[in-house]
């Protein structure tokens, strides 16, 4: 598998791994708790293979940006989060930052 792909599978592990943890409360309640140890085990061990072939700082620019944005839209979706207008444009710029990188940056491997 590509790096592109461990890296997506990664924040996708992460992404739910954060969401969740509010639900465990503390960590004390098991079937959160077990979905955040077990999503951050499996983000770490994914980006450490994105990592073989992928710069570590364009890994993590991805990974926190991306990151970011998603984690933000699902409290906003599902955990009654309010996102306002400058918490929006600072996402925004956040997506842009990382297209610009991965188009243009010659630090990018394509």
Known sequence: ???YAWLAIAIIAEVI???TMRATQGFTRLVPSLMTVVG???AFYCLSLALRTMPTGIAYAIWSGVG???VASIAWAFQG???DWPAIVG???IL???VVMNLFSDS???
């Open 1 to 3: 598998m590509n790096a």
């Open 17 to 19: 791994a954060t969401s």
């Open 40 to 42: 951050y085990a499996v």
């Open 68 to 70: 970011i944005m998603l």
């Open 81 to 83: 989060q309010r996102l």
């Open 91 to 93: 996402m925004g710029l």
């Open 96 to 98: 842009i930052g990382v």
């Open 108 to 110: 990018v491997s394509h």
